[in-house]
């Protein structure tokens, strides 16, 4: 029998020992054994903050976000190996694309987003400057740099490939190298794709390891500057956050737990409207997809009071169109669970909850195509109703980690969002309403116990992602029973692996430590326009100080002519009098910042091939005819371009423009990026 390798310190590695079988979940012959006996646990965190971590530092933020697309690429490429393993898993071809090309996916997205949000340095400058003196000598910055340690990840069975691929997505693009621990019983389907991704030779040596099999002592060798992100049951979740090396060090831990997730009917939502032909397509699709077995997957249905009887019928009509059998089989909607030992805790759990209410649907015997039911992992949908659900604590403390559901009544809005609160903190719930009111209260209502929601109607209903899908720039996670944790959600996933720190100094030094201009830093000046400059010979803090012009009458009135903007304040003396604000007509802000534009532009053909967008405009003070104002243009930051094919090389350099009044009182107040030629 195949016994999957691990990978460690480099080098493909057999575990020795007793080894666990994996099963096929359809068939129940064995796949292959897992066994990580043997490896040097501690040896391979070491090798991963000494080999992989210098490396990927030493990598910007475009680098990394270079090898992300790359290594998405190459994945893709490969999609039809995995599909065929995925089968193994009970997942039907849907099921494993949301596992396979959604966890590509999340490549895509973060490597795509480190190029648009983070800089192209090896670390991130949050937030502006900010002034801590009265003179302006002394500010502060916040920094954002990697951590000097290894992610290890722990994944749960129902995602091997997705799993692990939105968890290494946000680590890598911050520079931090991972250990993948996969659970055991799925990673066979893990350890195909890793070992592609090794193949490539795409990463930098060290930035990945995989464990199949125990995670052995991993999680004692943790230090102050290593993270740990688990996803799984609750109980096994707490038992490693409260080990003795991470609670010692303070070791980042993410914690995503399963979570009795919910979806609520709004009143409005009656039978005959779209919106309960939708509510019921997708209870019954988060019960069915990946046979249940998803952390998100929806576990309590709550709807209106007297609408349970048409919401059971509806669901029992749809349930029993669902085909249980082999994925492999054609009109098969419905593969097993992962294994049969799946089999056994999901009936245990689901015979509990069935004490708080009346099964409506399954529970019997059921059909299984092209498959024997004994010896594969097959379980049908369960459906319950409580029809006392503040009586009863079963449906909203026990989860049934498959396909089963407990419908339960409420009679007002405040009931239902009471009914959703007794989840104890989950990963996603739903609403479905087409009524705004209902949407804000029960939105508000609800979520301080969950970390996304979706609101669905027909508007949305067609390009929705629905009830459990995590994407990669949401937050994944949630309070309470769901962990406490965040996972992805865009830039905030990346941050996590990263340290900020709160940089103090005169803004001259926090300019060259953060190579991006603080007001009140040291400027520099010369004869050649910085426009005439590319952008290799341009520098933080060159500065242009212009000529000056003085706003007339005329140019208010031209400009409200050329734009349409005829604004009270701009065209009646009396009425911008009377408005409390300006002493009498005031010239338009967007004249200003185009007369700006004219003090500072250089005309002829040169270096800058295009202007690239104004970030952050405020108009601090108004301009009055008769007011001469001055423009002073700094380099504030340059952010050099990956180079594609036929294109110029070029680079943005944001520019800090300041546009002063006669006083010397700033009136306006903004950025502009442009796309400068290189050298």
């Known amino acids: ?85 995925s089968a193994a898993t009970g997942a039907t071809r849907s099921d494993s694309w949301v596992d396979i090309e959604g966890g590509i996916g999340t490549f895509f997205a973060y490597s795509s987003r480190g190029r648009r949000e983070f800089p192209n340095e090896t670390y991130h400058v949050e937030g502006p400057a900010e002034s801590l003196s009265k003179v302006g000598t002394f500010a502060g910055r916040h920094i954002c740099v990697p951590l000097e340690g290894v992610a290890i990840q722990i994944n749960a069975f129902n995602f091997p490939c997705w799993g692990m691929l939105e968890k290494l997505a946000p680590a890598l693009l911050a520079g931090v190298p991972c250990i993948v621990k996969p659970a055991t019983a799925t990673s066979f389907l893990t350890e195909s794709m890793f070992r592609a991704m090794i193949e490539s030779g795409i990463l930098p040596e060290g930035a990945i390891q995989l464990i199949c099999g125990s995670a052995g002592d991993l999680l004692s060798h943790v230090t ?59 209870v019954v699709r988060e019960m069915t997809t990946k046979a249940g077995q998803k952390c998100t997957a929806i576990r309590r249905t709550i709807v209106p009071a007297g609408m349970e009887g048409d919401v059971v019928k509806a669901l029992r009509a749809r349930l029993g169109k669902t085909t249980v059998g082999d994925p492999a089989v054609e009109g098969v909607r419905m593969g097993p669970l992962a294994s049969r030992g799946q089999v056994k805790d999901v009936g245990a759990a689901a015979e509990r909850i069935r004490e708080a209410g009346e099964l409506v649907f399954g529970g019997g015997d059921f059909d299984v195509v092209g498959a024997d039911r004994e010896r594969g992992a097959f379980f049908g949908p369960m459906l319950m109703v409580c029809d006392a659900p503040f009586a009863r604590s079963e449906p909203h403390d026990i989860e049934a980690f498959g396909p089963v559901n407990t419908v339960m009544p409420y009679r007002t809005l405040d009931e239902a969002i009471e009914l959703a609160k007794r989840g104890r903190g989950s990963l996603c719930g739903s609403l479905i309403t087409a009524d705004p009111e209902v949407a804000r209260s029960v939105v508000l209502g609800v979520a301080p116990y969950h970390g996304r929601l979706l609101v669905l109607d027909r508007t949305s209903a067609k390009e929705s992602t629905g009830h459990g899908s995590p994407l990669p720039n949401l937050v994944h996670g949630g309070p309470g029973r ?65 000529g000056t012009r003085t706003i007339t009458l005329t140019d208010i009135e031209a400009f409200a002519e050329l734009s349409g903007d005829r604004f009270y304040a701009h065209m009646d003396e009396e009425a911008a009098r009377s408005n409390g604000v300006f002493t009498g007509r005031v010239a338009h802000g967007y004249f200003i910042v185009s007369a700006a534009a004219g003090l500072f532009v250089d005309p002829a053909l040169g270096p800058v091939l295009a202007n690239y967008g104004l970030e952050r405009l405020r108009f601090t003070k108004p301009v009055y005819p008769g007011d001469t104002i001055q423009v002073r243009l700094t380099v504030k930051q340059k952010t050099a371009k990956d180079p594609r094919e036929g294109e110029i090389p070029q680079g943005v350099v944001e520019w800090d423009v300041e546009v002063r009044n006669q006083d010397d009182e700033a009136v306006a107040l903004y950025s502009i990026l442009t796309l400068v030629r290189r050298t």
Not at 12 to 37: I, Y
Not at 52 to 70: S, V, Y
Not at 511 to 534: C, L, Y
Request: glycine share 12%; aromatic share 8%; with cysteine.
């Open 1 to 85: 029998m195949t016994r999957l390798q691990n990978y460690a310190m480099g080098e493909w590695v057999a575990g020795t020992g007793k080894a666990a079988t994996l099963l096929h979940a359809v068939t129940g012959e064995p796949v292959a054994e897992a066994s990580s006996g043997g490896l040097d646990f501690k040896g391979m965190a070491e090798y991963a903050r000494r080999v992989g971590g210098p490396k990927l530092r030493a990598l910007t933020f475009h680098q990394r976000a270079a090898l992300l697309k790359a290594m998405a690429k190459h994945l893709m490429e490969r999609k039809e190996t995995f599909y065929a393993l």
């Open 224 to 282: 102050e500057q290593d993270a740990v992100a688990f996803t799984g049951s609750a109980a096994t979740g707490r038992m490693l956050k409260e080990g003795k090396a991470v609670v010692e060090h303070s070791v980042r831990f993410n914690m995503e737990a399963d979570s009795l997730n919910c979806s609520i009917l709004g009143p409005d939502a009656a039978p005959g409207t779209e919106e309960f032909d939708l509510f019921i397509k997708e």
């Open 482 to 546: 769901a962990g406490g944790g965040e996972e992805m959600g865009g830039a905030r996933g990346v941050l996590h692996y990263m340290q900020r720190t709160a940089v103090q100094g005169s803004p001259s030094m926090l300019t060259a430590i953060t190579r991006e201009w603080s007001a009140g830093a040291a400027t520099q000046t010369d004869a050649v326009h910085p426009f005439r400059k590319t952008f290799d010979e341009l520098r933080i803090g060159d500065t242009l100080v212009t």
